[in-house]
């Protein structure tokens, strides 16, 4: 059973940086495309970064882009989000997703069978 735990979500203020982790259990990490995604009260979730199994290839939603970073470490079966000049619009659940079949659309939320249950980001103005 795969299993996604994130963690390092908090209350902060604008322009100021959080850093996410997901940790991934029961399976083999290496073989998963990951991705992160997000989800506002009333809004559907989308998509925030991705990034493949072996961290050659990364895609990054418009809006993060320049102020995020994903990075995995496969030695410790883990994803991480950097968040860094965070705005109250990055306000959500963020949760990583993996799937162990190559993804190609990293932003559909149905390209991935495995999900963690969230952690909250609020950013204050």
């Known amino acids: 059973q795969v299993q996604l735990v994130e963690s390092g979500g908090g209350l902060v203020q604008a322009g100021d940086s959080l850093r996410l982790s997901c940790a991934v259990s029961?399976?083999?990490?290496?073989?998963?495309?990951m991705g992160w995604f997000r989800q506002a009260p009333g809004k559907e979730r989308e998509f925030v970064a991705g990034?493949?199994?072996?961290?050659?290839?990364?895609y990054y939603e418009d809006s993060v882009k320049g102020r995020f970073t994903i990075s995995r470490d496969n030695a410790k079966n883990t994803v991480y989000l950097q968040m860094n000049s965070l705005k109250p619009e990055d306000t959500a659940v963020y949760y990583c997703?993996?799937?162990?079949?190559?993804?190609?659309?990293?932003?559909?939320?149905?390209?991935?069978?495995?999900w963690g249950q969230g952690t909250q980001v609020t950013v204050s103005s």
């Open positions: 029961g399976g083999t990490f290496s073989t998963y495309d």
């Open positions: 990034i493949n199994r072996r961290g050659r290839y990364i």
């Open positions: 997703a993996a799937d162990q079949r190559v993804i190609y659309y990293y932003s559909r939320v149905g390209e991935y069978d495995y």
